[in-house]
């Protein structure tokens, strides 16, 4: 239906989005739902590219288009290609994810692909919130002798707003190299979802998502949207749970008021720090020397034992001098 060209475009916005949103170096690709190539066809001049197809079809015109990009068969809700990539691109094949069930499951194929570090980028056509009835039309003469060509309309409208699909139906005119025409009709049913259902389901898979507007020539400002994610190492569960732990034994011990320094020192960490376990200590680390260091209290925490010296954090939990432990996030009040 679209020429290869119309995408050099939209190609170089999800190329930079997923270089950016990527804090390792972006070498390797992999696109779920890659349909005839046409995205990968630019995208392979920045990255080394797999294509990940269900239809065969699809998938002959891709080889052809990109003869040195691996291609896969395989379904964005399950394939496991055993390895991982720089970055995970999901263009508009997402939107044949029609229930949340179905879209978390092409989120955590994404996920399992993505390197540490890396970045994935989801581009639906709609999300619910911009989502407006509408009609479209295009289509192609053939070209280089081939008499063929199509038109087609496409109109959009979504007839139950309740539910998490809407309709597009397509009627094509389809001229055959004898010069005869006829009228073909496709309904393709797709996914319809909220940002915040979209955040929410990037969010327990354990991407970092951010919602970036789709700026490009041809489309309305305002009504495109796209989630460019992070796979950090160290997710964003990993340091809300540090900084609970530590609020818990910083009010239990020395009161309030230095949330603001501890989820800094926790943002902080995060960008230097690859495992979750040696991430916890350093931030617990900081903590405790900015307590030292500004006499907050320079013993915190006191070790509940003999209350000389502080405590410190080995496998997750305090320690005291005879040999007891306390987990990070369960200290008790000492005054
Ligand atoms: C509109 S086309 C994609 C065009 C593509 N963005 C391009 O650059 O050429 C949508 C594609 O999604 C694919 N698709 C549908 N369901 C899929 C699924 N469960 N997993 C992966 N791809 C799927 C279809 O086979 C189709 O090729």
């Not at 079809?57 to 990009?69: F, K, Q, T, V, Y």
């Not at 139950?160 to 009709?185: F, I, K, N, Q, S």
């Not at 376990?277 to 900081?286: C, K």
């Not at 006191?302 to 410190?312: D, L, S």
């Amino acid at each position: 239906m679209s020429a290869p060209e119309d995408y050099a475009e939209e190609a170089a916005l999800y190329r930079d989005a997923l270089v950016d949103a990527a804090i390792r170096n972006s070498v390797t690709c992999l696109e779920l739902g890659s349909g005839g190539g046409n995205n990968a066809l630019f995208l392979k001049e920045r990255f080394t590219m797999t294509l990940v197809e269900p239809s065969e079809g699809m998938l002959a015109h891709s080889r052809a288009l990109n003869p040195e990009c691996e291609h896969v068969r395989g379904d964005m809700r399950d394939v496991r290609l055993g390895t991982t990539f720089d970055c995970v691109f999901v263009h508009d094949a997402v939107m044949y994810m029609t229930t949340e069930d179905d879209l978390q499951r092409a989120i955590e194929t994404a996920f399992v692909h993505c390197a540490d570090g890396g970045s994935a980028l989801f581009c639906p056509d709609h999300v619910k919130e911009n989502f407006e009835s509408s009609t479209d039309h295009g289509g192609h003469d053939g070209k280089h002798g081939d008499r063929r060509a199509m038109r087609y309309l496409a109109w959009t409208r979504d007839p139950e707003p309740d539910d998490t699909t809407y309709t597009v139906d397509y009627a094509y005119v389809l001229r055959e190299a004898d010069g005869t025409t006829r009228v073909e009709h496709d309904r393709h049913i797709e996914g319809l979802f909220s940002r915040e259902t979209w955040l929410r389901l990037l969010r327990k898979a354990g991407f970092d998502p951010k919602v970036m507007p789709l700026r490009h020539s041809e489309l309305e400002a305002g009504k495109h949207e796209m989630f460019a994610c992070t796979k950090a190492a160290i997710t964003s569960a990993h340091k809300a749970s540090v900084i609970d732990r530590l609020r818990r034994d910083v009010h239990a011990t020395v009161g309030p008021g230095y949330e603001a320094r501890i989820e800094w020192l926790a943002e902080m960490h995060r960008e230097f720090t690859s495992e979750p376990e040696v991430y916890v200590e350093r931030v617990v680390e900081d903590v405790q020397q900015l307590f030292h260091d500004e006499f907050i209290d320079t013993d915190w925490p006191a070790c509940p034992v003999c209350r000389r010296h502080p405590m410190w954090l080995r496998d997750g939990a305090w320690g005291a001098c005879d040999g007891s432990t306390v987990p990070l996030g369960e200290l008790r009040s000492t005054k």
